[in-house]
């Protein structure tokens, strides 16, 4: 690994100070990959979070443009980009924020077709998507790529949290939610709403989760889930464990290729 | 008597509540006297079977049902459950 420049350890030195991250650990940020799926609530402070801290390579995915109703939660975006590519509104403010951080964008959605191509491309997935589909999309993409995942969602006032790395014996996202809910059973996206702030604590959470992952310090979340109830300020663990007939990650799958599940927002 | 931590999704079921309060030996009858005192909620929770849906789980203490006994799972006064779904939301 090349040596920090005298900018980027100046730039870094509140982290590099921290004996759990120092130079060695700066330094693996660099190398990082990290993919973001969503530039919107949980993928602002996410992209913003780690583009500060020096993770060297940041994919961003989102096939959306920006719309005024986004700029309460999603922070990487601004006024005047209101109509601008999300990517592009991202790419922008990132670049502006930090010079190393090498970024690559794509402006689409995730798809059966494209995932895997782009997955493979990075060392750690952070989804921060808005519906079930592509989540469970996500979970079995990044499980045939062997690619530890990050995930973090958001409802209303509650959120949620899981690293997720069945390549390593810990459970996948389908040992705790075995299947998406069918249309009709979940609230519609729009008018469910969702607490801004509410998705910068998740965010952030990932991206601490992120940064730990990288370094290899700290608790790992591969087998606990964390809830967060931002009107009653709890934080609760709860056990994940390996489902032993889980239809994805078990000896005996019952999924063995990437699926599209059509999970629309309408209300029953 | 045992508390139930209600999940923001089912919270128009109990009055905007996130924990009320009820009995049971078991998941299942917890889910029953629930339903009593929340008409509606056990269709949320189950499907036509009776079955906890696939999508949503339930904790008694930390510990999922699924890996203890189901619907069947015991309960004991000073039990806490939760019912946790699955969310999506992120971009929204």
Do not use: W
């Not at chain 1, 008018?191 to 604590?201: D, H, K, S």
């Not at chain 1, 931002?230 to 934080?235: G, P, R, T, V, Y």
């Not at chain 2, 008694?60 to 946790?84: A, C, M, Q, Y």
Request: glycine share 10%; charged share 20%.
């Amino acid at each position: 690994m090349t040596e920090l420049t005298e900018e980027q350890i100046q730039r870094y030195s509140r982290q590099i100070i921290l004996p759990e991250v120092g130079g060695k650990g700066q330094r693996k940020l660099r190398q990082a990959k990290v993919l973001i799926i969503g530039a919107g609530g949980l993928g602002s402070p996410i992209a913003l979070y780690l583009g500060a801290a020096g993770v060297g390579t940041l994919g961003l995915i989102d096939g959306d443009r920006v719309d005024l109703s986004n700029l309460q939660r999603q922070i990487l975006h601004t006024t005047a980009c209101v109509g601008t590519p999300k990517v592009e509104s991202g790419q922008q403010l990132l670049a502006a924020l930090n010079p190393d951080v090498h970024l690559r964008i794509y402006q689409e959605h995730i798809t059966v077709a494209n995932v895997m191509d782009i997955v493979s491309e990075y060392d750690l997935v952070l989804d921060g998507s808005d519906n079930f589909g592509t989540r469970f999309l996500v979970n079995d993409a990044c499980f045939f790529a062997k690619k530890t995942l990050i995930s973090g969602s958001i409802f209303r006032f509650e959120g949620q949290l899981a690293t997720i790395k069945p390549h390593e014996g810990y459970p996948c996202y389908r040992c705790l939610y075995p299947e998406p809910p069918p249309a009709g059973l979940v609230p519609n996206c729009q008018e469910a709403g969702v607490l801004g702030v509410l998705a910068g604590t998740i965010g952030i959470l990932q991206a601490n989760e992120a940064i730990k992952e990288i370094l290899q310090i700290g608790e790992s979340l591969a087998d606990r889930l964390l809830i967060y109830d931002a009107l009653e300020m709890q934080f609760r663990k709860v056990a994940r464990p390996k489902d032993p007939h889980c239809p994805l990650c078990s000896s005996s799958p019952r999924i063995t290729t990437l699926e599209e599940h059509h999970v629309s927002c309408q209300v029953s | 008597m045992i508390k139930v931590r209600i999940p923001t999704p089912l919270r128009s079921m109990t009055g905007g509540k996130g924990e009320v309060e009820s009995t049971g030996g078991t998941i299942q009858e917890l889910i029953d006297n629930l339903d009593s005192s929340h008409p509606g909620l056990k269709d949320r929770l189950c499907d036509e079977r009776g079955e906890v849906r696939r999508f949503i789980n339930i904790y008694v203490n930390e510990e999922d049902i699924r890996f203890l006994t189901g619907k069947h799972t015991p309960l004991k006064d000073g039990d806490e459950v939760s019912i946790v779904p699955a969310i999506a939301g992120g971009s929204l």
